[in-house]
């Protein structure tokens, strides 16, 4: 089991196509990471997972309203928590109920089955090389 890297944003709407992701402190998502998400059915049904990928990343001072409230936060006298966000565009769900993830779910970046999984590669009766995944997982390429 991976570490979380953060959770599903309850600030932003989540559907069953793309959400955010609070990304933790200390951690990073960057552009194009895969990541993993299993959600529990409202109705106490099965669980649900979902795969996708990082299409936009973005921070911001929260507390703030204006643009000059920077020179406030930097000089001291503006507190302020910085925030960090993915958002995720959706590749795959299993089993394939079109639900949304809720709000606090754990997010995982995809590694091992769950990244063949997240880009059909499990589904592909051959595989060929076509480049390397940013964080270096080179299990993608085994047949």
């Known amino acids: 089991m991976t570490t979380p890297i953060g959770y599903v944003l309850g600030t932003q709407e989540a559907t069953p196509l793309e959400f955010w992701v609070a990304v933790l402190p200390g951690h990073v998502l960057r552009l194009d990471d895969v990541i993993e998400v299993?959600?529990?059915?409202?109705?106490?049904?099965?669980?649900?997972?979902?795969?996708?990928?990082?299409?936009?990343?973005?921070?911001l001072y929260e507390g703030t309203q204006f643009d000059t409230d920077t020179f406030l936060v930097k000089?001291?006298?503006?507190?302020?928590?910085?925030?960090?966000?993915?958002?995720?565009?959706?590749?795959?769900?299993?089993?394939?109920?079109?639900?949304?993830?809720?709000?606090?779910?754990?997010?995982?970046?995809?590694?091992?089955?769950?990244?063949?999984?997240?880009?059909?590669?499990?589904g592909m009766e051959k595989r060929i090389s076509a480049g390397t995944m940013r964080n270096s997982d080179s299990n993608i390429r085994k047949n």
Do not use: M, W
């Open 38 to 59: 299993q959600t529990h059915r409202p109705d106490g049904g099965e669980i649900v997972h979902f795969y996708g990928v990082v299409d936009h990343v973005r921070t």
């Open 75 to 122: 000089s001291g006298s503006l507190p302020v928590n910085i925030s960090y966000a993915a958002h995720i565009q959706v590749t795959r769900i299993e089993p394939e109920e079109y639900l949304p993830p809720q709000p606090g779910d754990t997010v995982n970046l995809a590694v091992d089955e769950d990244l063949k999984r997240a880009l059909h590669f499990d």
